[in-house]
């Protein structure tokens, strides 16, 4: 069962994905990097292995963060700084980047402090044009994460495998998906789910689900990440007000006049509802038949005081 808010995480954050085994006398490749922080750590790592007296301030210092920046490489490692242009630029010199590098580096750095799904799906596209001709297992399990928070039908067949009955084959799923799907998005989206290791095949061939449940968690530092899945559920749930007759949907919505404070307050008892429904039929262990989508919107009508 999704829950893009339980035991399988799926993490957004690029910092859990595996990343190249750099040896001291192996200088880093940004090819081989998803988190542009690990690449300037193990830079720094592998420029001390041939000079034991330069400092992680002389490296932050060097690529432009000026005299009084003692600790600040601790900070960006923590992500608490973010990089600027010049920055970019900077660390890009004092690495020692050809031109195609730090194209690749500045994407990459933009990619990961992307505060907007548009500014994350733009750096990534640029990310892997230049990565293409190029192979590496971090890339390819950051552009299965990217598919699976892009594209609906990720999570939907995910919960398909689970249906009673299931059938591999693209017109089984396809007539399932209201025929909203290709068959090349069909097969690419397992092949995500299983690089993902959200999909696992039985020594038959069988598919199912590695595990029960996928948790992502509902914050701040997430949001962007999953904005897309997001707004084409919504999308979805419009197209079934319109296809759908009353007994087969459910549409309803409140609006209150309240105090600013109970916003807080309303989401956290959303969030029990949602545990609630979840706890309830989502681990039903009886004949599962189909997939269903529950979206709860809560938002303010009147503008926000800046």
Same mark, same amino acid.
């Given at each position: 069962m999704e829950k893009i808010e339980t035991s399988h995480t799926l993490t957004p954050t690029e910092q859990t994905l595996p990343q190249a085994a750099i040896g001291m006398n192996e200088r880093p490749a940004i090819y081989d990097y998803v988190d542009y922080r690990a690449f300037l750590s193990d830079s720094l790592n592998y420029i001390q292995s041939r000079n034991s007296k330069y400092s992680a301030t002389a490296f932050v210092r060097q690529a432009g963060f000026g005299e009084n920046s003692r600790g600040y490489f601790n900070l960006i490692m923590s992500g608490k700084r973010n990089l600027s242009s010049s920055t970019i630029l900077g660390f890009a010199k004092t690495i020692k980047l050809n031109e195609k590098e730090t194209f690749h580096f500045e994407n990459l750095v933009h990619y990961n402090q992307a505060t907007t799904e548009k500014e994350k799906a733009l750096y990534f596209e640029r990310i892997s044009k230049s990565m293409k001709g190029r192979t590496g297992a971090a890339f390819e399990l950051l552009k299965s994460q990217y598919n699976y928070f892009s594209h609906w039908y990720l999570v939907a067949i995910r919960e398909l495998v689970a249906v009673e009955n299931f059938k591999e084959n693209y017109e089984w799923v396809s007539k399932k998906l209201r025929n909203k799907i290709s068959k090349k998005e069909m097969h690419e989206a397992i092949a995500d789910l299983i690089n993902l290791g959200l999909?696992?095949?039985?020594?038959?061939?069988?598919? /199912?689900?590695?595990?029960? *449940?996928?948790?992502?968690?509902?914050?701040?530092?997430?949001?962007?990440?999953?904005?897309?899945?997001?707004?084409?559920?919504?999308?979805?749930?419009?197209?079934? /007000?319109?296809?759908?007759?009353?007994?087969?949907?459910?549409?309803? &919505?409140?609006?209150?006049?309240?105090?600013?404070?109970? *916003?807080?307050?309303?989401?956290?008892?959303?969030?029990?509802?949602?545990?609630?429904?979840?706890?309830?039929?989502?681990?039903?262990?009886?004949? /599962?038949? &189909?997939? /269903?989508?529950?979206?709860?919107q809560l938002n303010h009508i009147t503008a926000l005081e800046q």
């Amino acid at each position: 069962m999704e829950k893009i808010e339980t035991s399988h995480t799926l993490t957004p954050t690029e910092q859990t994905l595996p990343q190249a085994a750099i040896g001291m006398n192996e200088r880093p490749a940004i090819y081989d990097y998803v988190d542009y922080r690990a690449f300037l750590s193990d830079s720094l790592n592998y420029i001390q292995s041939r000079n034991s007296k330069y400092s992680a301030t002389a490296f932050v210092r060097q690529a432009g963060f000026g005299e009084n920046s003692r600790g600040y490489f601790n900070l960006i490692m923590s992500g608490k700084r973010n990089l600027s242009s010049s920055t970019i630029l900077g660390f890009a010199k004092t690495i020692k980047l050809n031109e195609k590098e730090t194209f690749h580096f500045e994407n990459l750095v933009h990619y990961n402090q992307a505060t907007t799904e548009k500014e994350k799906a733009l750096y990534f596209e640029r990310i892997s044009k230049s990565m293409k001709g190029r192979t590496g297992a971090a890339f390819e399990l950051l552009k299965s994460q990217y598919n699976y928070f892009s594209h609906w039908y990720l999570v939907a067949i995910r919960e398909l495998v689970a249906v009673e009955n299931f059938k591999e084959n693209y017109e089984w799923v396809s007539k399932k998906l209201r025929n909203k799907i290709s068959k090349k998005e069909m097969h690419e989206a397992i092949a995500d789910l299983i690089n993902l290791g959200l999909l696992k095949r039985q020594d038959n061939g069988k598919l /199912l689900q590695a595990e029960e *449940f996928v948790t992502f968690t509902d914050n701040s530092m997430n949001y962007t990440v999953v904005n897309a899945l997001h707004s084409q559920f919504l999308d979805l749930a419009k197209e079934s /007000l319109s296809e759908d007759q009353y007994k087969d949907r459910s549409a309803s &919505c409140v609006v209150i006049a309240t105090e600013k404070e109970n *916003f807080d307050k309303i989401r956290e008892e959303i969030k029990a509802f949602r545990e609630h429904i979840l706890n309830k039929y989502g681990t039903n262990s009886g004949k /599962l038949d &189909c997939v /269903l989508n529950l979206g709860i919107q809560l938002n303010h009508i009147t503008a926000l005081e800046q």
